[in-house]
């Protein structure tokens, strides 16, 4: 009999939503994985690491707290060989682009088919670069500077920051999440509304959904 795909490798799942968490759970034990925890957030996400030492971490970009792009910065900054594919609902390249840049392992959209879940596991748990075939030619374009999009003038830390505010989250709350004070998330939002051309919040907002960056 062949072996399952997947076969005795340890995988941590992370995404704030239960239902998205049992399908994958499902499908990848379908495969021959064992999930050995799951967590809700990024700093979840990091304590279940630490904890279990997976093949692979699966991570969801858009999460409560410090979310998944902090979260990924934060474990390869402790566990340089980690394994993680990042996962998003979201299409723009800015998202894949940073998380890849980053140095996550894989990315994957949610809308890809579930044999692509399943592929691009097998791949990362063996060391192996991923990219979505479906996003492949945008995060090309991408890194010449051809999509045309405003947060590329945005550094790392100003890109997760300025996520977290267009989200609706106040200075003081970005400040906690990333435990830093709020006259550093000030400034940081101050170079942000400078590079974007913005005076308050709500025009924030508006780009980052225009850039596909969140959904309203």
Known sequence: MACAPLESL????????AVVRMGFRMLL???????????????????????????ALLMDVSMPGIGGLAALERLLARSPDARVLMLSAHEDAQIPLRALRAGATGY???????????????????????????????????????NGDPADALTDKEFAVFLQLAQGNSVNQVATTHKLSPSTIGTHLYHIKQKLNATNAAELALIAVRSG???V
């Open 29 to 55: 034990e379908g495969a021959g994985a064992h999930v050995v925890a799951e967590a809700d957030s990024g700093e979840a996400a990091l304590a279940a690491f630490a904890e279990h030492r997976p093949d």
């Open 213 to 215: 960056l969140i959904t």
């Open 108 to 146: 994957l959209s949610k809308r890809a088919q579930p044999h692509e879940l399943v592929r691009a596991v097998a791949r990362i748990a063996r060391g192996q670069r991923y990219v979505d075939p479906e996003l492949a030619p945008q995060l090309a374009l991408a890194q010449f500077g051809g």
């Open 10 to 17: 340890r995988l941590i799942l992370a995404d704030d939503h």
